[in-house]
């Protein structure tokens, strides 16, 4: 056998602990959300601040880029370490290219900016974020026209950062074609006059028990509790330290079953991917998830394709009922249209399958247009309001329900918006493609059996790590590039189904 050629040994060496000050810095965000009593919070800040520097630091030495470099005569053009080259150019490239003066003031703003936001979304004052707001897409403007680099886009940069490889030219015309569809949508429902129950979702349903289910659910489309856990937070997320431990998290509401039962197939699904990653890869820069919108392909898959499907729901119906016997008298036809109603609301996050994109591409508009310098942030709320008005028929009575509601901005989260709907159209996409190759789910979902599906994803999708950029993995596990056909078919087959609407 070869001997593994001393540079690679060095770059991967020094990458690995690069990585690791990720995971120690991961691992104890996940304490803060989870474990950490509320007044941890100034120590453990200092914590995460040291670590970030480390990482940072480690990151722009000589000494790794050297190691790179070192390499690049070894890789075979379309071989693993070609790609590994790749990875860690893209990140280094962020890192070198923007000075540390900047990067500083960034992490600065970005710590005064999200306390600002907190007031003002409190008091429902936008004034009081206003100035902060205007700070952060300063700052992210000239970090974004730094990486990009002369005549670069600056958007295409912010965009880079949660989707590798997306461009603002691209999604333009993806987003407003899904946008046109959507709205027709939406206006033929309310046209139809039809309204759905949502009675035998809302009711009194103790949350030990709704954990209980949920979490049956969970393992049972495959998440291994040896290898994650699952624990309670005050907002849903997925944290996957390698793939033999993968964190949930989860909440619930005792008056509706869905913020518990869908929140948690959602994470789960992001933690499928996670523990589905190649562990030879573990700790390069290949060893992860490829893209924001490819992670969020699997939750949603999960979440909505799997989990609001007919077929799951003849199956995990009467399991349900053991766990309620206040819903025993509810059939499958009364069960199944809530989960799939399409009603214009004001708040994303609650947002139903059939609007939820249209709040998406309002926000992709609108940061486009204030990295255009098209819009001023002071003039923010009230574009916000029109946006809203225009997509989804509606005005916020105050600011903490319009333009406030979401965390991103406030972090400087620029960019970040489009991958939830990405992952709506790769999840779409990917299903599509493995009834071709398959055959219909619905016979085994019936059953109550996803180990075909799920060994299908792990093929196509998660043993290739970041091994080739999202784009192409899409395009080699589906056939073609990403488009929003199969999506828009979904929605009319569920609004179809539901509504009995055609277009
Ligand atoms: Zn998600």
Redesign the pocket.
């Known amino acids: 056998m070869a001997a593994t050629p001393a540079p690679l040994e060095r770059f991967l060496g020094l990458w690995a602990e690069v990585s690791d000050l990720g995971t120690a810095a991961q691992a104890l965000s996940w304490d803060q959300e989870t474990q950490m009593p509320p007044k941890g919070h100034g120590a453990r800040a200092e914590v995460l601040s040291s670590l970030a520097g480390l990482r940072h630091a480690k990151l722009s030495s000589a000494e790794l880029h050297d190691a790179v470099e070192a390499c690049a005569e070894l890789a075979d053009p379309d071989g693993v370490l070609a790609a590994q080259l790749r990875e860690a150019r893209r990140v280094l490239a962020r890192v070198q290219r923007v000075p540390e003066e900047l990067a500083r003031a960034k992490a600065k703003a970005v710590s005064v900016g999200h306390e600002a936001w907190k007031a003002a979304r409190q008091e429902r004052d936008f004034s009081l974020f206003a100035h902060q707001l205007g700070h952060l897409v300063q700052l992210s403007r000239e970090e974004a026209q730094a990486i990009a680099g002369p005549g670069g886009k600056p958007y295409d940069a912010l965009l880079d950062l949660y989707e590798p490889g997306s461009r603002e030219e691209t999604l333009v015309p993806l987003f407003q074609e899904l946008q046109s569809s959507l709205s027709a949508w939406v206006q033929a429902v309310r046209e139809s006059g039809v309204r759905i129950d949502e009675g035998p979702l809302q009711g009194s349903f103790p949350v030990a028990t709704q954990l209980e289910f949920a979490r049956s659910m969970a393992t049972r489309i495959g998440f291994d509790f040896e290898a994650g856990r699952l624990d309670r937070a005050a907002h849903p997320?997925?944290s996957g330290f390698a793939p033999t431990d993968v964190r949930l998290t989860w909440r619930a509401t005792e008056e509706d079953l869905r913020p518990c039962l869908f929140g948690i197939l959602?994470?789960a699904?992001?933690g499928l991917y996670e523990q589905g990653l190649p562990p030879e890869w573990a700790r390069s820069p290949i060893g992860g998830a490829v893209s924001l919108g490819v992670?969020?392909s699997q939750?949603?898959l999960w979440e909505n394709l799997v989990g609001r499907s007919r077929a799951f729901w003849e199956w995990a119906l009467p399991g349900l009922q053991q766990h309620f016997p206040s819903l025993r008298g509810t059939s499958l036809e009364e069960f199944w249209p809530p989960l799939h109603t399409v009603k214009p609301s004001l708040i994303r996050v609650e947002a139903d399958q059939g609007t939820y994109d249209l709040h998406v591409i309002v926000r992709f508009d609108l940061e486009r247009a204030l990295f255009a310098g098209d819009l001023d942030v002071q003039d923010l709320p009230e574009a916000w309001d029109q946006a809203y008005e225009r997509a989804l028929g509606l005005r916020a009575d105050h600011v903490g329900d319009g333009v406030l509601q979401d965390i991103h901005w406030s972090m400087a989260g620029f960019g970040y918006f489009p991958t939830?709907t990405l992952?709506n159209l790769i999840a779409a996409q990917l299903f599509a493609q493995v009834e071709r190759d398959l055959g219909e789910l619905a016979p085994s979902f019936r059953r109550g059996d996803f180990a075909p599906l799920l060994e299908w994803l792990r093929d196509r999708i998660h043993r290739h790590g970041s091994r080739f950029p999202a784009s192409e993995l899409v395009e080699r596990a589906t056939g073609r590039p990403l488009g929003p056909e199969d999506y828009l078919a979904l929605r009319a087959r569920d609004v179809e189904e539901v509504y009995g609407v055609t277009l």
């Open positions: 997320f997925c959602h994470e699904g992001h992670h969020e939750s949603r939830y992952g």
